[in-house]
């Protein structure tokens, strides 16, 4: 990113003396007699262009060796932000070491030095698991067989839909269904 960045200064850098060579020979005004002289112009700016850009060459290598040691200075600079005052856009997870993430409720909090994941109301809803919030937990295959498991119960369903097994376990009983 730096090199391109860099690159990009240098080639802008490198056309301001030919631009402004021509803007200054566009507002020149030469009379009829002394038009013949306008033919050695253009040789003229490409000498002129060229002396500028050695020099300029020679220039920007100084101006980019302080600009890199800026650039360094800043890399070894610890910048630390006070989060209360983050309230949009977007923060870059990479940053995050440790500490409890959570929501502005305090619903569902994640620490990270645990691991422990608390939610008051989680539901998870993606193509092949899903889980709401009554703990009520569904399995669901690519070719369209589902697996629900929900307050002890679970139960099978076909690929169309109809409930093919179940295995029902509670307070004194144990029930095993197969359709």
């Known amino acids: ?28 005004n030469v009379k009829k007699e002394n038009r013949h002289r306008q033919y050695i112009m253009p040789v003229f700016a490409v000498v002129y262009s060229i002396v500028i850009l050695i020099f300029l060459d020679q220039l920007s290598a100084v101006v980019m060796e302080k600009f890199l040691q800026f650039a360094d200075l800043f890399d070894r600079i610890k910048i630390h932000f006070v989060a209360d005052f983050i309230d949009t856009g977007t923060l870059n997870a990479n940053i995050i070491k440790a500490g409890v993430l959570q929501d502005e409720n305090a619903n569902t909090t994640f620490n990270l030095v645990t691991g422990a994941l608390t939610s008051k109301n989680l539901t998870i809803d993606s193509t092949y698991f899903k889980l709401n919030n009554t703990g009520k937990i569904t399995s669901i295959t690519a070719d369209g067989r589902k697996l629900e498991m929900n307050m002890g119960k679970i ?25």
Do not use: H, R
């Open 1 to 28: 990113m730096k090199s391109e960045v860099i690159f990009f200064i240098e080639l802008a850098v490198s056309f301001l003396p030919f631009i402004f060579f021509v803007f200054l020979n566009g507002k020149a």
């Open 155 to 179: 139960t099978g369903y076909k690929v169309d839909g109809t409930q093919s097994a179940a295995l029902e376990i509670g307070d004194g009983y144990f029930n095993i269904i197969i359709m």
